[in-house]
């Protein structure tokens, strides 16, 4: 393994070519397994419910618009994606600010408890979050933050600090401590280096840390389920179950309120896809 | 990471005050920069530890005291009743076949996901043009809230629906289930949705481990006449052991919790009756719902520790190798 660094960029030079038929029915397979019920979801929504029950897996015929206009203009669908925009922005917000300013402490100064220090964040890793929701709810409501957006931030805010923490302190390491003492030489302090240098210099793992608790938020149910019975604070994921089951016989209205949920997720993917999937690939690497 | 007192800073022969506001060249000097310095520490890890004491650490001590009472939420707990909600949940035949399906959907995902992503990695890491949106297609369901993946298979999984029509038109109409509605076909189901669901996670997990694999030892193993299949089951296989060992890791604690795929996909009849229930899901029902608090809360320790101490064992005999690496191999 030590030798890879050395060898390995000769991989980078080699062109691609076409594979064999079997490669690409064997992924064109796969592939359809996996976008096949999302694409069914999509275009059901352009059915009507008669289309659907007599024939379940036709084509529309003709397309309507009707059931995605029906839950743009009438449902919650504006306001809870709102909501769910707020609360995964303050999220990440919270994650990024108070993982940032842990993680430089447990990168850049040397003090007695430091380890101790990290491990106990690290240990959060192997928490079961789900686990405490019970509790946790019950905090909340004596706390008297049950139905605000606190109720769900900060708690997630919470249980996404270990992965950060592990995410950010190797790259705050391995800012050159040359860098460091140059700024120390202009007249900055260690709180000047956080600022001008650190931070910036590690905005490729913030936008990673970030992304990854975006996508958590956005896509959170228990914990808004417990906490959030306000309708009007309802997230995203809320009001498609509730949705659903509310308008269980309006499959094609059901459809397009799922399709139109799924929507910011698949964009936000193809926007950040990078940064989710080397995210995640770095976090488990180390 | 640094080994150097940064405090000692800056040390030979430069004769410019310590990297602060104010120059003092007198002793005291020291040990106020020492202070500033604890200032600093404090003032920046204070946020964080609030916050994650507060929202993990505490809430998992509350859950041991509330399991103590019996009490329904109003007012302070006083009704002491000791263990009599754990013996009360293992004597519970729904809670014994939450329990079981937990087991099912662990061992389930391991045995299916695993073999399913590494052969896909497999092919996905051959190189062929196209290959990049493969890769982003088979990633897309890992994305989607689970509230929405089970939202749309039980509307794909319906009696008479789409996925009975297309098994239909396959000619094996006989294959038929009420996938959902059957009591002993549901949690087969449920895993299902959930491999098609996070499958993808292990394929990117195996995808990254497979580009730390040096092309030059394939291409070695084929010069010396090893197979395609050769070349991967006994050099390719072996280099990603701790990556396996991660995901593997990773997917028994999701699974041991898992939540919303089960409680929305799964009517809550089914559930009742122990056919699709998990830990999470009845001791959502019966703490939040029917407001048995004492009562969840102590299903919530019983999930904690079977978790907790899950991750311990798998920490201990089968990680401790690949995170010591990790953590070395990065500092440096």
């Known amino acids: 393994m030590a030798t890879n660094p050395v060898l390995s960029p000769s991989t980078g030079r080699r062109p691609a070519t076409w594979g064999t038929p079997l490669t690409y029915a064997l992924a064109l397979a796969i592939a359809a397994v996996s976008i096949a019920p999302i694409l069914y979801v999509i275009i059901g929504g352009f059915r009507t419910t008669p289309q659907i ?19 743009l203009s009438r449902s919650n669908f504006w306001q809870q994606a709102f909501n769910s925009g707020v609360i995964a922005l303050g999220t990440t917000l919270g994650v990024v600010v108070l993982g940032m300013a842990a993680a430089f402490v447990l990168a850049r100064y040397t003090f007695r408890g430091r380890e101790a220090l990290y491990t106990f964040f690290t240990v959060g890793l192997l928490f079961p979050a789900g686990a405490a929701i019970l509790p946790l709810y019950l905090m909340l409501r004596d706390l008297s933050l049950i139905n605000s957006y606190y109720a769900v931030i900060l708690p997630q805010v919470a249980f996404q600090l270990p992965l ?10 391995a800012i050159p401590r040359e860098l460091e003492d140059a700024a120390a030489i202009d007249g900055a302090g260690r709180l000047g280096f956080l600022w001008r240098i650190a931070l910036p210099l590690s905005r490729p793992a913030l936008v990673t840390v970030g992304v990854l608790a975006f996508v958590a938020s956005w896509n959170a149910f228990l914990l808004p389920l417990l906490v959030l019975g306000d309708v ?20 094609a209205g059901v459809l397009a309120f799922t399709s139109l949920a799924m929507l910011p997720a698949l964009l936000f993917f193809t926007l950040a896809e990078k940064q989710i999937v080397g995210g995640l690939q770095g976090a488990v690497k180390g | 990471m640094t080994s150097t007192d940064q405090t000692r800073f800056p040390a030979g022969g430069v004769s410019t005050p310590p990297a602060g506001h104010r120059p003092a060249g007198r002793p005291s000097s020291r040990r106020a920069e020492t202070r500033r310095k604890w200032y600093e520490i404090v003032g ?14 505490v809430p998992m001590g509350f859950a041991v005291y509330y399991s103590l009472y019996r009490w329904r939420g109003v007012g302070p707990p006083t009704d002491y009743v000791g263990l009599r909600n754990y013996t009360l949940a293992f004597q519970d035949p729904i809670f014994l076949d939450a329990l079981r399906n937990n087991a099912i959907i662990v061992f389930g995902s391991l045995l299916i996901q695993g073999p399913v992503a590494l052969g896909i990695a497999l092919l996905l890491n051959r190189r062929f043009r196209g290959r990049a949106v493969f890769r982003l297609l088979v990633f ?21 629906g789409t996925f009975d029509a297309l098994l239909k038109s396959l000619g094996l109409g006989g294959l038929v289930q009420a996938w959902l509605a059957d009591l002993d076909v549901v949690i087969w189901t449920l895993l299902f949705v959930l491999t098609w669901k996070y499958v993808g996670f292990a394929i990117i997990l195996l995808l990254a481990g497979l580009s730390n694999v040096p092309h030059e030892l394939t291409e070695a193993a084929a010069i010396d006449g090893a197979s395609w299949w050769q070349t991967q089951r006994h050099v390719t296989l072996p280099l990603l052991g701790p990556t396996i060992r991660i995901w593997a890791f990773l997917s028994m604690i999701g699974s041991l919790q898992v939540f919303d795929v089960i409680w929305v996909t799964s009517v809550p009849a089914v559930r009742s009756l122990g056919a699709s229930g998990t830990m999470a899901t009845y001791m959502v029902d019966n703490g939040f719902f029917a407001r048995l608090w004492g009562y969840g809360n102590a299903v919530a320790v019983i999930l904690f520790v079977i978790s907790f101490v899950a991750a311990l064992l798998f920490q201990r005999f089968i990680l401790r190798r690949d995170i010591e690496g990790a953590i070395t191999r990065r500092a440096n």
Not at chain 1, 164 to 173: A, D, G, N
Not at chain 1, 232 to 246: A, E, I, K, M
Not at chain 2, 44 to 57: G, H, N, S
């Open chain 1, 53 to 71: 029950v007599a024939d379940p897996g036709g084509l529309p015929d003709p397309w309507v618009w009707d059931n995605y206009a029906r839950v």
């Open chain 1, 164 to 173: 950060t923490i592990v995410i950010l302190r190797p790259f705050l390491s």
């Open chain 1, 232 to 251: 009007n604070l309802h997230t995203l994921p809320l009001g498609v179950q509730s949705f659903s089951s509310q308008y269980s016989t309006d499959t």
């Open chain 2, 44 to 57: 920046l890890t204070t946020p964080a530890i609030v916050v994650y004491v507060m929202f993990v650490l």
């Open chain 2, 140 to 160: 897309v369901p890992y994305v989607l809230a689970e509230v929405t993946v089970g939202i749309m298979w039980k509307l794909i999984l319906v009696e008479n």
